[in-house]
């Protein structure tokens, strides 16, 4: 960053620049221009310069590039270096920079008075504050500090370690309320090691996941949808074309089942039980690897009494249902079984199901000298409420965690908390938690602060400041080394200054270990562009343990007869995500919800009920009882209503606060399911969707066709264009025809292309109501259409497509306008001029697809969420229409930079925000006069599976072609 | 009719009858009058505020939505538009045809048409998202050189109605001025010298007929293709999208048909409170009004024929498109607007057959209304409902109108009948000129009545 | 000799007519007033129909031509690719043509009428009175002294109402 | 008198449209700024013939065309780099604003939907005055030429570049 520039002076420049780009095309830009007294040479005006840096919204540490402007973060990209992600980057990673501007976030240290009211103080008074009541504390007697945290990387966790220990104290507790740490206690049981194995979907022929939704939320979600897609990939497997068969195993159809060959609905609890079964299934038919070395006579004493047929008794699981996935996991070259459930059984039957078939290593693989886990064993947990009520906490420092919001009831973490005289809380958006507490401190957000990450064995991230702070805050690495200092820690307990120090000790220490010859700042530089160091991990050869064989699962029971399953939003994950209005406003893709939560009911449960559509219902638990409007739908098995985690809210800033329901509220501690009542309030309150119709009405929006036909090379008759009726001459494009080539049968339905529209394009996010009035801005959306019945058999379980403008050659939208507003490029491309539109609104009348957008409204970014604006795309006013322009920004760039180094544009160079973000790389960009180009390719490559919607209907010629999703044909297991 | 019998006696009207009837008409007005006009000035202005603060704030005060892009302005627009087109086929193409009962009504017709236009002319604009740009539909040199794509049927639109506008308004000023020449010579004041500046010095004598034959004729013959060819173009607005419910053939001559419907049934709501009010029962006779009837009945039939023509040919073509945006439209959430629009349009007007009813008042007061709220619904329905079934199932989205909408369209008949009451006050609203160019025609008609009186 | 002017007003367009032809026989151009347009007054008067014929022609060939200029003129000015249509796209400009046609047209013939007929004019002609605009059918002959005794009888027999005799 | 009335009525009615027209301009170079130090190009770019991209250096890589740091300045003027300021220099140093912050005043703007970028225009060999005039005669910064749509577009078509309206306006 320029450190000729004072940060006040760059935020004036910022936000002129802002400003500038905020007001709509009425305003000339900043009337003054204050120039760098030291030029800053990283940086030149008006280009982007990118900095890398690793993702901190999920545990799965993907790497990020982040692309500055004139000193602010514009957009969050994928970093390709970084091998989990490989450039790709989700919804919640592309949202995080709403978390660096947001509004709502704390702009400098409060501190709460004896009203109950906060005072804003300098950070002098604030670190004073802190720092008597520490040493006070500390000299009262051992442990009376405590340090309650999300882990935030090892150096950061090490530093509170060493801070808590400066204070006489050694109670830090690193927690998560979803980890997945049943995962780690189950491969302790099998494998006497307590990391998570990684997969290779991609290796496998078969995959049954027992409640991972892998493409939503689970463990690693873009990695794993990069797999699963590889997965699905047509491919010849021994002499045949196939593609990989998959089963998820759980109460809700989410984006993963959605995107499988079979849900198998089950209560929740009862996933163990079917994967018992199956197991069952494979050990009597004998479909067990030679060489996993098990004894079948313990196998079945194991397995006994998990019979398909008892099984299905208690779980309602049709027993062929489990027969089937037993021959098709057992049968498989290469199998893989996933669990995600909080309940060890299923875990442990998974780890079994592997290692019966030979698949450790191969699919599934404990990699060696993978990190510890960074998280607190609940215990520890336990310990500290403990000792809160105890009264032996007298200063409590919560960081980056939400305890008051995301514990169950029965944790008391409340009361606990006011037994703690003082609580300081570290953060950015105020919370449930800050409300609690006496000291507010404002924090660097990830993107402004020094930072790793030990994700796995051989993935070293390094984060780095991308941009100047946009508010007061301060890194709270520095801050807890800054008290720690105070304490009297000498320089050889913490030798470090600041946290840049740390972080590059860290990675010195690091070099040790690889052995690398450079020159310590050379191989920190390195790290530093690269955003981290990834070396690759050999696979640990692992020794099943058959001490788990004496401790079989009892039996699951029929289970509650209405149980309720709570599973964490795509977007919104465990709440995290709620404050930040690109995620509540980007619909939820299985049910197509916005800005609220709601709980799913099938049809059946429903009437059995008596519930409404939208009507309001209250969830009674053990735990408690939450009020929550009732979505009707088949994506959820009878008996079981399944709810989101992450909204109701009661602070957490304006985006936030109170919308729906949180389910924390009525669950155990730990746990993810229980036995719920429920009682039909009366009241109505309508969920709000974009969507009108689950139902394509038989109209080619999404195609499919089956594998078998695939292999047997017959095309399902669809687009029967009656040769090429052209009234005209056609128009010549002599330059260059861009055009997009979706795989549809890879799109999971992430919505990563969505949100990375939303920060490239400078999208209006319109809120509740607006959706409410079908006003949502978003240019590219997420199709979401279920099968009617009668063809569910030659069809997927749902259709997914992202569905954009199409760059229709024939555009419909372009002959009706009066002003030329909407026209043909001489690249291809369908220009929308917003300066020309007068806002007719007959364009979008006329596009057969709906991916015009109008400004019903003047958009509004309250201050700072507009410094994420870009610059080189106009923000659009009232009255305007607007639409996809295939990034055209980003093209005309690239081509300026072709033609000033006379060069050639090299194939995808230029790169569409969507489909830098796709996790799967369904969607690829090109040149259609290039048939060399990649997008070409792919097109010729799967010459049978393309399709172009409507243009059958309309003639519109799209510039984008689609590739069938490809399923099996059910009955064929 | 008793009453006017007493009056004049069986002995016919003389052209000094004529004289004294309309004149008296353009005595100063009473209170009741001002009082009216102050009553739609007002609702102008609460449309105008309502609009101020639309241009202010953005199109999002409307009920549009995001399939939903065009509703209730431009169904007022081409509500207005077919309104407009019943004036012009009674002055001129009637005219051309030397129809006999035109000649009595045909004045309030073309003003009619005139204010018809005007207003309709609002809602083009009214509707922009950018409104304070609307001059850019028209060519214009500018150093930017960019002048609107000649393509789009919004710009057709345009200069269809400003032509028509003019061609009108140039068509009720030629005909006019002996009128006005002639109220000239009756009146005092600053209304003589008003009526002078009006009749441009207008005397009647034989150079000046001569011309002016010449000209109205040609003008005449202008107006009738004239009026084809804008509601032609307006229909192509739909037509000419891949809309399913619009892109259809048939819509230019539906829609022409149409518009004579509404245009003649609103001269009626208009002619029938007019001539009471004003004592014009004399002129503008039962037997006008009976004439007047029989031509929104045969258009009537002719709009059933072409619903009916309509459906028949989506089922023809088996389009799933067209199919299904018919059966929303039948059948859908909005479906009762359909069915009341065919209840409006197909089965009131046929009471028409009925000659009692014809003659009678009150009926045909209260047929006209009808049809007026039938043929609103027309429109309505095919421009709302086949936006909201479109070709994206998942983009369905169904319209409700918004406070704005509403009072912006009230709005639009108070401000169109405001400048027809002041008209109708101000000016020879009938022909004295032709009237008494075919007296024995009115003659005729006079007898006729109190044949049917008697 | 000193002019006089004759003003007859007639109640009946039959006999003003009639008056009218005699009057033509005796080599006398009677400047005439009618209410209503009468076909036969013309006819008595002229041979030769309006020249407003010729203008409304002029001007419906203008705009048509026009219509042409500006389309085709502007599509090339920016030749614009809208969907893929050509960028002269006759049939979609012929309805621009056939407006600008109408619109020229009517407006060079409500501008011929003027022009043909002289107006407008600001002070009445000589010889108008009121009635000639409501229910009377007027003729002005202006003629010296000697002949006028002559017209009078002349016009008095045709079935004039009344009969003033004006000095110019 | 109608005869005057009705072309003086329709005379002001296209008068108005015409007005209403050509009057969109905002975003006009603005001719009477000043700036908070009397400096001079005509000294700078005429006399000293210092090259334009000397100072704005970033106009062949970017956007913008870049307004000089100070530092660059004080390459010159300052005797040892920040040692003491030669008088013409003072005024940075008034007390109104921070040391060596100076804000300039826009002369050129251009609205938020043209997206004008320097570089390819630099590498296409446009000289910087064909825009801006021959700022080396000026002391202070008048605009010569009106920036506007018609200015752009006719150097397009003479120099056939291209004339997409996508390009500039996205």
Not at chain 1, 597 to 612: N, Q, R
Not at chain 1, 698 to 709: F, H, K, L, T, Y
Not at chain 2, 207 to 227: E, K, T
Request: one cysteine or more; hydrophobic letters at 45%; charged letters at 20%.
């Amino acid at each position: 960053m320029s450190e000729g520039l004072s940060r006040r002076s760059f935020l004036k420049i910022a936000s002129a620049a802002g400003a500038a780009a905020a007001i709509p095309g009425c305003e000339p830009a900043g009337r003054q221009i204050i120039p760098y007294v030291v030029p800053d040479e990283n940086m030149i005006p008006g280009v982007p310069s990118f900095y890398a840096t690793t993702c901190t919204e999920c545990g799965a540490g993907c790497g990020v590039v982040a692309r500055v402007r004139e000193g602010r973060v514009i957009k969050l990209e994928g970093n390709p270096k970084d091998p989990i992600g490989q450039g790709a980057l989700c919804a919640r990673g592309q949202a995080s920079l709403q978390g660096l501007y947001n509004p709502d976030r704390l702009a400098h240290p409060f501190v709460r008075g004896d009203d109950g009211r906060l005072r804003r103080i300098s950070w002098d008074v604030a670190t004073r504050a802190l720092i008597g009541r520490l040493s006070t504390a500390a000299k009262a007697g051992k442990d009376r500090v405590a340090y309650l945290a999300r882990p935030q990387g090892p150096t950061l966790d090490k530093i509170a370690g060493l801070w808590l220990s400066a204070w006489n104290s050694s109670k830090a507790v690193f927690h998560e309320p979803l980890a997945n740490s049943v995962a780690r206690q189950a491969a302790q049981d099998c494998f006497g090691r307590g990391d998570a194995p990684v997969y290779h979907l991609d290796q496998a022929e078969a995959l049954i996941s027992f409640g991972a939704d892998f493409i939503e939320t689970w463990e690693s979600p873009i990695e794993l949808a990069r797999q699963y897609a590889a997965f699905r990939t047509p491919k010849e497997r021994r002499g045949k074309l196939t593609i990989g068969r998959a089963a998820y195993v759980g109460p809700r159809m989410n984006l993963t089942a959605a995107k499988c060959d079979d849900w198998v609905g089950v209560k929740p609890g009862h996933e163990a039980a079917i994967a018992m079964s199956v197991l069952y299934v494979l050990v009597r038919q004998g479909w067990i690897s030679p060489n996993s070395g098990f004894d079948i006579a313990t196998l079945k004493s194991f397995v006994d009494g998990y019979d398909p047929d008892a099984v299905s008794q208690q779980t309602g699981v049709p027993a062929e249902t489990i027969v089937r996935l037993g021959q098709m996991f057992g049968q498989a070259e290469g199998a893989v079984a996933l669990a995600g459930t909080e309940d060890k059984e299923t875990h442990v039957a998974a780890y079994v199901l592997n290692a019966v078939t030979g698949n450790l290593g191969k699919t599934v693989a404990f990699l060696a000298g993978s990190p510890p886990s960074p998280l607190s064993p609940q215990a520890d947990l336990d310990g500290l409420i403990a000792a809160m009520n105890q009264k032996q906490i007298e200063v409590l420092v919560i960081a980056g965690s939400n305890p008051i919001y995301a514990m169950s009831p029965a944790a008391k973490f409340n009361d606990a908390l006011r037994q703690v005289p003082f609580v300081v809380w570290c953060g950015l958006v105020p919370d449930e938690t800050a409300d609690k507490a006496h000291l507010l401190l404002p924090i660097h957000h990830p993107l402004e602060a020094w930072r790793d990450s030990a994700p796995r064995a051989g993935v070293s991230g390094l984060g780095q400041p991308v941009m100047q702070p946009v508010f007061e805050s301060r890194d709270l690495g520095d801050v807890i080394l800054d008290s720690a200092r105070a304490a009297g820690a000498d320089s050889k307990t913490v030798p470090w200054q600041t946290m840049a120090d740390a972080v590059n000790a860290g990675f010195q220490q690091l070099q040790k270990q690889l052995g690398d010859k450079n020159k310590p700042e050379d191989f920190f530089a390195q790290a530093l562009r690269d955003g981290g160091v990834f070396a690759d991990a050999k696979a640990a050869d692992v020794k099943f343990n058959p001490a788990v064989f004496q401790n079989k699962p009892k039996p699951p029971g029929a289970g509650p007869d209405l149980a309720l399953a709570v599973y964490p939003h795509i977007f919104l994950y465990d709440g995290r995500g709620a404050d930040k209005p690109w995620l509540q406003e980007i619909p939820e893709p299985v049910d197509q919800i916005v800005w609220d939560s709601w709980a799913e009911i099938h049809p059946d449960t429903a009437k059995a009920l008596g519930i409404a559509a939208n009507e309001m219902i209250e969830l009674q638990t053990d735990q408690g009882t939450v009020a929550v409007s009732a979505l009707v739908s088949e994506h959820v098995r009878s008996g079981v209503i399944a709810m989101p985690l992450g909204q109701g809210h009661t602070s957490y800033g304006r985006y936030a606060k109170g919308r729906g329901a949180n389910a924390f509220a009525v669950l155990a501690p730990g746990a993810r399911s229980a036995a719920v009542k429920v009682h039909a309030t009366g009241r109505k309150s309508a969920l709000v969707s974009p969507l009108y119709s689950e139902d394509m009405m038989g109209r080619n929006i999404v195609e499919a066709m089956s594998i078998e036909d695939l292999a047997r090379g017959v095309a399902p008759e669809s687009e029967t264009v009656p040769g090429p009726y052209e009234m005209y001459a056609p128009f010549k494009y002599p330059t260059h025809k861009w055009g997009m080539t979706i795989d549809v049968n890879a799109c999971t339905g992430c919505s990563a292309c969505v949100a990375a529209c939303y920060a490239e394009n400078n999208l209006a996010v319109i809120g509740k109501e607006g959706c409410a009035d079908g006003r949502i801005m978003s240019w590219m959306r997420i199709e979401r259409f279920t099968p009617p019945k009668e063809q569910a058999d030659k069809a997927p379980l749902m259709y997914i497509t992202p569905m954009l403008c199409q760059q229709c050659e024939h555009a419909p939208c372009e002959p009706v306008c009066p002003v030329f507003a909407a026209y043909h490029t001489e690249e291809g491309i369908n220009g929308q001029n917003y300066n020309r539109c007068v806002g007719t609104r007959y364009c979008e009348n006329n596009c057969p697809y709906k991916v015009r957008r109008f400004n019903w409204y003047k958009p509004e970014w309250p201050a700072p969420l507009h410094l994420q604006l870009n610059p080189d795309v106009t923000v659009r006013g009232a009255g305007v229409m607007e639409k996809c322009t295939f990034c055209i920004q980003r093209i005309v760039s690239v081509e300026i930079d072709a033609k000033t180094g006379d060069r050639k544009l090299r194939d995808s160079e230029i790169v569409p925000a969507c489909a830098q973000a796709c996790p799967t790389r369904a969607i690829s960009f090109g040149d259609m006069n290039d048939q060399q180009s990649e997008m070409m390719r792919r097109r010729k490559d799967n010459q049978l599976r393309t399709y172009r919607v409507f243009n059958a209907e309309f003639n519109t010629l799209p510039a984008i072609t689609y590739l069938r999703e490809i399923y099996h044909e059910k009955g064929r297991a | 009719m008793a009453a006017a019998a007493q009056t004049t006696g069986v002995s016919a009207p003389t052209f000094t009858d004529i004289d004294r009837q309309v004149r008296r008409v353009l005595e100063p007005g009473g209170l009741q009058f001002w009082a009216w006009i102050c009553f739609c000035a007002f609702f102008i202005c609460v449309a105008g505020a309502l609009w101020t603060n639309q241009v202010y704030s953005g199109l999002g005060v409307t009920g549009l939505t995001q399939p939903t892009m065009w509703a209730i302005y431009i169904t007022d627009f081409v509500f207005w538009v077919g309104i407009a087109h019943s004036g012009t086929l009674i002055s001129a193409i009637l005219f051309l045809f030397r129809t006999r009962w035109r000649t009595a009504v045909y004045r309030a017709a073309e003003t009619m048409t005139v204010f018809a236009v005007l207003t309709a002319g609002l809602f083009p604009i009214i509707h922009l998202g950018r409104p304070w740009f609307f001059y850019w539909l028209a060519p214009y040199p500018n150093q930017r050189s960019l002048q609107p794509d000649f393509r789009s049927p919004l710009v057709w639109d345009f200069f269809a109605i400003s032509t028509y506008l003019t061609i009108s308004s140039l068509f009720l000023f030629m005909g006019l001025m002996p009128d006005v020449a002639n109220a000239r010579d009756a009146a005092r004041g600053w209304r003589k010298t008003f009526y002078s500046l009006l009749s441009m010095g207008w005397q009647g004598t034989d150079r000046q007929w001569r011309n002016f034959s010449m000209a109205y004729l040609l003008l005449a013959g202008f107006a009738a293709p004239l009026v084809i060819s804008v509601h032609s173009v307006v229909s192509w607005d739909f037509a000419m999208t891949q809309v399913p419910g619009w892109h259809s053939t048939i819509f230019a001559p539906y829609f022409v048909a149409g518009a004579i419907f509404s245009g003649v049934a609103m001269v009626l709501t208009l002619l029938i409170p007019m001539r009471k009010i004003m004592g014009l029962e004399e002129l503008i006779t039962p037997w006008h009004l009976d004439n007047l009837a029989k031509v929104i009945l045969l258009t009537s039939l002719i709009i059933s024929y072409s619903y009916v023509c309509e459906s028949f040919i989506v089922w023809y073509s088996q389009d799933a498109f067209e199919l299904m945006t018919f059966h929303q439209r039948y059948f859908g959430p909005q479906g009762y607007l359909f069915w009341m629009m065919v209840a409006c349009n197909c089965v009131i007007p046929l009471l028409l057959f009925s000659p009692r009813v014809r003659i009678s008042t009150a009926w045909l007061f209260i047929i006209a209304l009808f049809v007026n709220v039938g043929m609103w619904l027309e429109r309505f329905v095919i421009i709302e409902g086949s936006l909201a079934t479109n070709t994206e199932p998942s983009q369905w989205r169904f319209y409700h109108p918004s406070v704005t909408e509403i009072f912006i369209t009230v709005g639009s008949f108070a401000w169109f009948l405001m400048l027809f009451s002041l008209f109708a006050r101000f000016m020879p609203i009938i022909s004295m000129t032709e009237l008494k160019e075919g007296i024995q025609w009115l003659r005729e008609a006079l007898r006729d009545n109190y044949r049917r009186a008697a | 000799m000193s002019e006089v002017r004759l003003v007859a007003s007639f109640a009946d367009e039959e006999r003003c007519v009639h008056t009218i032809e005699r009057l033509r026989e005796a080599q006398v151009r009677p400047q005439v007033f009618s209410p209503i347009p009468s076909e036969k007054i013309i006819d008595a008067l002229y041979e030769r129909p309006s020249f407003v014929r010729s203008w409304v022609l002029a001007g419906g060939i203008f705009g048509a031509l026009s219509g042409f200029a500006l389309t085709l003129g502007t599509s090339y000015e920016w030749n614009l690719n809208a969907g893929g249509k050509p960028i002269a796209s006759i049939p979609a400009y012929l309805i621009i043509v056939f407006e600008l046609m109408i619109l020229c047209g009517g407006i060079a013939g409500v501008a011929g009428f003027f022009f043909t007929s002289r107006m407008p004019v600001t002070e009445p002609l000589a010889g108008y009175n009121a009635h000639f605009s409501a229910d009377r059918f007027g003729l002005v002959v202006s003629c010296d002294e000697a002949e006028s005794a002559r017209l009078e009888a002349l016009l008095k027999e045709g079935g004039a109402d009344e009969v003033t005799r004006e000095p110019v | 008198m109608n005869r005057i009335l009705i072309p003086v009525a329709l005379a002001t009615f296209v008068g108005g449209l015409m007005v209403l027209a050509f009057s969109q301009r905002p975003w006009a170079p603005r001719q009477d700024v000043q700036q908070p130090i009397p400096f001079s190009h005509r000294i700078h770019a005429g006399v000293n013939k210092i090259p334009c991209q000397y100072c704005h250096e970033y106009a062949r890589r970017s956007q913008t065309s870049g307004v000089p740091p100070v530092q660059r300045c004080v390459g010159c003027h300052g005797d040892a780099l920040f040692g003491g300021l030669k008088p013409v220099t003072r005024p940075w140093t008034d007390h109104s604003q921070p040391p060596f912050e100076i804000r300039w005043n826009r002369v050129y703007t251009l609205p938020d939907f043209v997206r004008f970028t320097h570089q390819p225009h630099i590498w296409a060999g446009v000289a910087c005055q064909e825009c801006h005039g021959p700022v080396e005669e000026m002391d202070r910064i008048e605009p010569v030429h009106e920036i506007n749509m018609g200015f752009c577009l006719d150097c397009h078509q003479k120099r056939g570049a291209t004339q997409d309206c996508f390009v500039c306006h996205h």
